[in-house]
């Protein structure tokens, strides 16, 4: 392994892609550790970018692990047929399928036409990377409650992609939503 491509685990960004055990991982959250007795460590969780498994590794404070260099084209979800989703890129007018397997996280926010970026390592497509926000209407909730924005409660609510999220009571159906796609959590009206 060259040097330029180590990373120490105490650099570690979420988001970061890393080499590690033959896989292709991405840092979804991270967290430095020093115990009162014992060395210091690094607890991650990490989504294997090829699998889509989310796992929970540690490391040693201070432990180089290979950095994965992606490369992100900017593509156009096209639209599915059976359980492949296609894609196409905006210059060239390749088109590529991604198994939905592959892409069951992400799919939860994509809809026809919407611009995502596909990762590539090495020539081999990995998956896509959605927005950290995207807008998506609001299909199905029970109706809202006058006056009732004070308590801070919420509701389910069902938006067009299939996606259920809570959502506050003066939410209706038809509303347009802003959703933070690394949590599936509603942020605000659009």
Do not use: C
């Not at 498994?53 to 260099?69: D, I, M, W």
């Not at 799919?107 to 990995?126: D, H, P």
């Not at 996606?163 to 690394?182: A, E, H, S």
């Amino acid at each position: 392994m060259e040097e330029d491509k180590m990373i120490s685990v105490n650099d570690f960004k979420t988001g970061l892609t890393i080499e590690v055990d033959n896989g292709i991982w991405q840092v979804m959250d991270f967290q430095h550790v020093k115990p009162g007795k014992g060395a210091a460590f690094v607890r991650s969780k990490l989504r294997n970018l090829r699998t889509g498994a989310v796992q929970e590794k540690t490391f040693r404070a201070g432990e180089k692990v290979s950095k994965a260099h992606i490369e992100n084209r900017r593509m156009q979800y096209l639209y599915a047929s059976g359980d492949m989703h296609n894609f196409m890129d905006n210059q060239s007018f390749e088109q590529i399928e991604l198994p939905t397997n592959q892409i069951e996280h992400e799919l939860q926010f994509l809809k026809e036409n919407m611009e995502v970026q596909i990762m590539t390592y090495q020539g081999e497509t990995l998956g896509v990377e959605v927005p950290n926000t995207v807008e998506l209407e609001v299909t199905e909730t029970e109706p809202g409650i006058k006056g009732d924005t004070a308590s801070g409660g919420t509701k389910p609510a069902t938006l067009e992609t299939g996606l259920t999220v809570q959502v506050p009571f003066f939410i209706n159906q038809g509303d347009v939503l802003l959703i933070d796609t690394r949590n599936s959590a509603y942020v605000s009206r659009a």
